[in-house]
């Protein structure tokens, strides 16, 4: 089974500071990764994923993230955010027999000024 | 092209009624799949459709149900509700299978409340 641990629950940071919001995943086959982001009392919306490739991946809104197999990581970056960054980022895992995603439990990125 | 659309955005239920949550896909998508979310237990998924067929099914009692129409609309159907079905519900469509790696494309979601 596909598990993925989002490490830290809550990230606050101020407005154009870097950040980082850490996913590992767990599969003994290969996987498809993805970031979804998710603003207040809306859905979901698909950041970036990674398929296969280049192991750094660039979304939308300035997003990247990095695959990283030896370490089973999958790291969003953004070099500077903005308050409208403030959301709930999801990681989430496929692949193999798995014929859902499975997400982490959520990362809330407050952008404070 | 339109995204994933729900209704009702919002509704409140007593425990012991029923419910019906709606979904339309993007155009020309035939995979529908609908995902619980809350709090406590994150997203979680409830169950999958193709082409009128249930494909996939998740953890959850036989109260859950869903369905899907020739036009791949798709209905899910909550039975006998109780305080602790009170979530988001997420519908999601797809071009081909998940596990395949094709993206799923989510709706806003329906904020079911039973009180």
């Known amino acids: 089974a596909q598990s993925v641990t989002q490490l830290d629950s809550q990230v606050p940071v101020f407005e154009e500071a870097p950040v980082e919001l850490r996913c590992n995943y767990s599969?003994?086959?290969?996987?498809?990764l993805f970031w979804y982001v998710q603003y207040p009392n809306q859905g979901l919306q698909l950041l970036l994923k990674?398929?296969?490739?280049?192991?750094l991946v660039k979304g939308i809104n300035g997003f990247e993230a990095e695959f990283n197999k030896s370490q089973t990581s999958f790291h969003l970056r953004k070099p500077s955010v903005h308050i409208s960054d403030t959301a709930e980022y999801f990681c989430?895992?496929?692949?193999?027999?798995?014929?859902?995603?499975?997400f982490g439990k959520g990362t809330l990125l407050t952008v404070n000024p | 092209k339109a995204g994933v659309t729900q209704t009702p955005r919002y509704l409140i239920k007593t425990r012991g009624q029923q419910v019906t949550l709606s979904c339309s896909p993007i155009?020309?998508?035939?995979?529908v799949s609908w995902y619980q979310q809350t709090p406590g237990q994150g997203l979680q998924f409830l169950f999958e459709?193709?082409?009128?067929?249930?494909?996939n099914k998740g953890n959850f009692p036989g109260r859950f149900s869903g369905r899907q129409f020739s036009n791949s609309r798709s209905e899910m159907n909550v039975s006998t509700l109780e305080l602790g079905d009170s979530a988001l519900y997420l519908c999601?469509?797809?071009?081909?299978?998940?596990?395949?790696?094709?993206?799923?494309?989510f709706g806003e979601g329906s904020w079911l409340t039973v009180v």
């Open positions: 459709y193709f082409s009128e067929t249930q494909r």
């Open positions: 155009s020309g998508h035939r995979s």
């Open positions: 599969s003994s086959v290969s996987v498809y």
């Open positions: 999601a469509s797809s071009s081909g299978t998940v596990s395949s790696g094709n993206t799923i494309y």
């Open positions: 990674y398929l296969s490739g280049s192991t």
């Open positions: 989430a895992v496929s692949g193999g027999s798995n014929y859902k995603l499975t």
